[in-house]
T-cell receptor
Framework: GAVVSQHPSWVICKSGTSVKIECRSL??????MFWYRQFPKQSLMLMAT?????????EQGVEKDKFLINHASLTLSTLTVTSAHPEDSSFYIC???????????FGNGTRLTVT | EDQVTQSPEALRLQEGESSSLNCSYT??????LFWYRQDPGKGPEFLFT???AGEEKEKERLKATLTKKESFLHITAPKPEDSATYLC??????????????FGKGTSLLVTP
């Protein structure tokens, strides 16, 4: 089945630093990738939609200058949390869309802890 | 108003005790309804996609059904390894996010031996 790899699986950083999270589709080309955030015992909340070669589309309330998304190729999207603060601590999950109409496949998430 | 509402929030079953999870949804136009399983600290694992009312899909002890307003995930004779959070999500044709999924809060299932 389709595999989406996310790296790192967990990261601890100090307040004010930046963290980059990678999302790769391993066995298919993903024209669209989605970034979600999940707080404990809450649902996955869509942060942004990333299309290869174009600017990401952010959901209302998500700061585009804080959460930088780059989708440079059909198999790689990155999310950079800039100037991280403790309230950015969360579980970040990416998903990749192959052909339209196919199910979204998810990475295993990145647990970010900002101290 | 939430677009996807799941119930119950948590469910405890004895091994072999069948039950159903509910997912109610409101969309302007349903592109697809999805069921995922999520284990602690992991990303969601795809189970089923349903596209139109009346559709049913099965996989091992799980069966998903769809009406115009809700979907059910039936679990027959569950085993402890079925313990997980089950997520329901919809793709709304009227959404600006295209193929993005809008998730419910999930049902946390615990199956005891």
């Amino acid at each position: 089945g389709a595999v989406v790899s996310q790296h790192p699986s967990w990261v601890i950083c100090k307040s004010g630093t930046s963290v980059k999270i990678e999302c790769r589709s391993l066995d298919f080309q993903a024209t669209t990738m989605f970034w979600y955030r999940q707080f404990p015992k809450q649902s996955l909340m869509l942060m942004a939609t990333s299309n290869e070669g174009s600017k990401a589309t952010y959901e209302q309330g998500v700061e585009k200058d804080k959460f930088l998304i780059n989708h440079a190729s059909l198999t790689l999207s990155t999310l950079t949390v800039t100037s991280a603060h403790p309230e950015d601590s969360s579980f970040y999950i990416c998903s990749a869309l192959g052909r339209p109409g196919s199910p979204l496949h998810f990475g295993n998430g990145t647990r970010l802890t900002v101290t | 108003e939430d677009q996807v509402t799941q119930s119950p929030e948590a469910l405890r079953l004895q091994e072999g005790e069948s039950s159903s999870l509910n997912c109610s949804y409101t969309v302007s136009g349903l592109r697809g309804l999805f069921w995922y399983r999520q284990d602690p600290g992991k990303g969601p694992e795809f189970l089923f996609t349903l596209y139109s009312a009346g559709e049913e899909k099965e996989k091992e002890r799980l069966k998903a059904t769809l009406t115009k307003k809700e979907s059910f995930l039936h679990i027959t004779a569950p085993k402890p390894e079925d313990s997980a959070t089950y997520l329901c999500a919809v793709q709304d044709k009227g959404s600006g996010s295209g193929y993005a999924l809008n998730f419910g809060k999930g049902t946390s299932l615990l199956v005891t031996p």
